[in-house]
């Protein structure tokens, strides 16, 4: 199976855990985090890999026109069940059923590892920006999904035992207050993201590598994760 595919099959688990209020990153600290780096809502956005759009309602709360994309016909099944005025669509990210140059803002908030041809939802992207648009992606830091931390100390010793700079799939299962999910992903170096938008004509002017703050420790983040990134933060624009 593909991402796309993998990801389908665990709409229902991924449901349930988004939908948890304060289950994980996103409620504890990740949604405003990466909102530090976005736009005030200007023409039209884009919110590619919406999932079941929780940040799609969210900016839509913050006062952005919003068209959800999605390749999981049940994510956005899901999505249009929460809101069905939102605009919420069924395609790929590397397919934007959107026109040249439509939107001023294009997000891709943990979805580009997720996806399978990266460099096409990075150039999709580029295509629908008017010049001057922003393009604002958060995506699991390179680092983060190169290696494991041997142990749960927090002075655990962190080691890649493969290899970095090659590109493989991997499956993190996490099981935490009755609910499991399986995050279905895809490493890549850190290069590939900065030439896919090399490529795609877009220029990054802010990079973010934010700490997991204090209040979001607990058992099952615990201090190590202060000591290297989980997330990493970009705004791109078009000239």
Partial sequence: MDLSERWEAQAAAWIAWARAPGHDSYWRFHRDQFLRIVPPPGRRTVDIGCGEARLTR????????????????SLVAAARAADPAMDIRLANAAALPLDDASVDLAIAFMSLQDVDDMPGAVREA???????????????????????????????????????LRGFDYADTIERDGLSMTFHSRHRPLESFFFALEEAGLMVEA?????????????????RWQRLPLFLHLRAHRP
């Fill in 207 to 223: 990079l973010r590598e934010p700490q997991v703050p204090d209040q979001a420790i607990n058992m099952d983040l615990s201090r």
């Fill in 126 to 164: 580029g295509r629908v920006l008017e010049p001057g648009g922003r393009f604002c992606v958060a995506i699991v830091h390179p680092i983060n999904s190169a290696g494991r931390f041997e142990t749960q100390a927090p002075d655990a010793p962190f080691v890649i035992k493969g290899d970095y």
């Fill in 58 to 73: 969210h900016l839509q709360a913050l006062g952005h026109t919003v068209v959800g994309i999605d390749a999981s016909r």
